[in-house]
Nanobody, 113 residues
Framework: VQLQESGPGLVKPSQTLSLTCTVS??????????WSWIRQPPGKGLEWMGA???????YYSASLKNRTSVSRDTTKNQFTLQLTSVTPEDTDVYYC??????WGRGTQVTVSS
């Protein structure tokens, strides 16, 4: 499987960040996969944000669930992360993955006015 993140590299504070993960090699409806988003703040460890599984159920980090939404487009084999009300503390590298160890290369997102 290959995963590729895409989205804006720069977002203004208070706006909504939207990232898309395009998956190739597997269908995102393939049984038992949980398509996930994580991020890595500068100098810190990985933070799991949320996921959508093969049947469309969603899961969110307790600390981010009020601002996070994960959805999918099965016709395009893509899944999407939306993070609302971003602040400079949301400046991170964002990764999408298949939930079993395969991740994209990541995309840098900077929140700045």
């Amino acid at each position: 499987v290959q995963l590729q993140e895409s989205g804006p590299g720069l977002v203004k504070p208070s706006q909504t960040l939207s990232l898309t993960c395009t998956v190739s090699g597997y269908s995102i409806t393939r049984n038992y996969y949980r398509w996930s988003w994580i991020r890595q703040p500068p100098g810190k460890g990985l933070e799991w944000m949320g996921a959508i599984d093969w049947s469309g159920n969603t899961y969110y980090s307790a600390s981010l669930k009020n601002r996070t939404s994960v959805s999918r487009d099965t016709t395009k084999n893509q899944f999407t992360l939306q993070l609302t009300s971003v602040t400079p503390e949301d400046t991170d590298v964002y990764y999408c993955g298949d939930g079993v160890g395969c991740w994209g290369r990541g995309t840098q997102v900077t929140v700045s006015s």
